[in-house]
């Protein structure tokens, strides 16, 4: 599949009173066309800076930008402006025209362009019915629900029929019911029209509900990427590992929750598990063979593209020599076996 998006020894430094400061390090970065590609990180890290400058609503300080073949910063205002045309973005906070009704926020972005009002109008109900909302064309969007007017932020996204869609935190204002709502609306627009999805969030929940591939920013450098599946079975960086096990959305670090009155367990392991691990009472065995207890501090199923995959994490025994002997017995069991200090549950 052919390269759409790719980003070469991007940096990006913002000046202010006291000094520099490097928001992006150095970042390269490849997106496929037809990938619904997210970028994660914790509050800060530089990710929304970066969907800023794939569309060059920031000029990266130096590297280059290159979509669908084309270096943005060789191009000339008018070529740039033309190029944007395939580049659509939707927000966290929706940006409707709160003064115009559904059809009318649809529709506007299509009479700017020059499209005759009657054709606009009639392309608009036609997005309507793609996200599901005709019944609310007349409606203002402070009669909507948060999930309902992300839907029409969606369809005026589309209204320009984009290669690439830019979704920067849009679920991070809606509740869990709605947010996977909305992901599954934004699967089906990937999968009916191709459209090449970026997903910018910190919540490692939307990347495994939707994405392919992942990219994960943290203080500004490119820390991980590659498969969600490899990365969620396989984290390499610490800022991988938190982002899965972390136990709140405010990304507080595991060690400053030891300050909260709540279990702290020393000796933790994360164990990984897909359909294609061992059926059999693994933990139970385990704990029959050793003559040891352990605590299940946690325990979730996910389906990650499409596959079932699970975790737990476990609290061993204090003895060193069992909790080692334990851990060999769970990988001759085809388990991912990893590390995790201080845990707080």
């Known amino acids: 599949m052919d390269e759409i998006i790719r980003i070469k020894n991007m940096s990006k430094v913002f000046q202010s009173s006291s000094g520099e400061f490097k928001a992006l390090d150095d970042i390269n970065l490849s997106i496929h066309q037809g990938?619904?590609?997210?970028?994660?990180?914790?509050?800060?890290?530089?990710?929304?800076?970066?969907?800023r400058c794939i569309n060059f609503l920031e000029r990266p300080t130096q590297g280059t930008v290159e979509v669908d073949g084309k270096d943005l910063s060789s191009l000339s205002n008018k070529e740039l402006r033309a190029t944007r045309k395939d580049i659509a973005?939707?927000?966290?906070?929706?940006?409707?025209?709160?003064?115009?009704?559904?059809?009318?926020?649809?529709?506007?972005?299509?009479t700017i362009a020059g499209?005759?009002?009657?054709?606009?109008?009639?392309?608009?109900?036609?997005?309507?019915?793609?996200?599901g909302l005709t019944d609310k064309a007349?409606?203002?969007?402070?009669?909507?629900s948060g999930g309902q007017?992300?839907?029409?932020?969606?369809?005026?996204?589309?209204?320009?029929?984009?290669?690439?869609l830019l979704c920067d935190e849009a679920t991070s204002a809606l509740d869990?019911?709605?947010?996977?709502?909305?992901?599954?609306?934004?699967?089906?627009?990937?999968?009916?029209?191709?459209?090449?999805?970026?997903?910018?969030?910190?919540?490692?929940?939307?990347?495994?509900?939707?994405?392919?591939?992942?990219?994960?920013?943290?203080?500004?450098?490119l820390v991980e990427q590659g498969e969600v599946f490899d990365i969620f079975s396989h984290p390499k960086s610490q800022e991988a590992r938190e982002?899965?096990?972390?136990?709140?959305?405010?990304?507080?670090?595991?060690?400053?929750?030891?300050?909260?009155?709540?279990?702290?367990?020393?000796h933790c392991i994360r164990i990984v598990f897909t359909e294609n691990s061992s059926f059999e009472p693994v933990i139970a065995n385990m704990v029959i063979k050793y003559q040891a207890p352990v605590n299940i501090l946690k325990a979730d199923t996910k389906n990650v593209g499409g596959i079932a995959h699970g975790e737990m994490i476990l609290g061993l025994?204090?003895?060193?020599?069992v909790a080692e002997l334990m851990k060999e017995y769970l990988r001759s069991r085809g388990l991912e076996v990893e590390e995790v200090y201080d845990y707080v549950g």
């Not at 990938?35 to 969907?51: E, F, N, P, R, W």
């Not at 499209?115 to 996200?131: D, F, G, H, I």
């Not at 025994?317 to 020599?321: T, Y």
Request: aromatic share 4%.
């Open 35 to 51: 990938d619904i590609y997210g970028i994660i990180g914790m509050s800060g890290a530089g990710k929304s800076t970066l969907v």
């Open 89 to 110: 973005m939707i927000f966290q906070q929706f940006n409707l025209l709160m003064q115009k009704n559904v059809i009318d926020n649809i529709c506007f972005p299509l």
């Open 115 to 131: 499209m005759k009002k009657k054709e606009a109008r009639k392309k608009a109900y036609e997005l309507l019915e793609v996200v």
């Open 138 to 144: 007349k409606s203002y969007p402070v009669q909507l």
């Open 149 to 164: 007017k992300q839907r029409v932020a969606i369809a005026r996204a589309l209204a320009a029929e984009p290669k690439i």
């Open 176 to 221: 869990p019911q709605t947010t996977k709502s909305i992901l599954a609306l934004l699967k089906e627009i990937n999968e009916k029209y191709g459209i090449t999805i970026v997903i910018i969030t910190h919540e490692m929940a939307v990347v495994q509900e939707i994405c392919s591939h992942v990219a994960i920013i943290g203080g500004g450098k």
């Open 243 to 266: 982002l899965i096990i972390k136990k709140d959305e405010a990304g507080v670090s595991l060690k400053k929750q030891k300050e909260v009155k709540e279990l702290v367990t020393k």
């Open 317 to 321: 025994p204090e003895d060193r020599q």
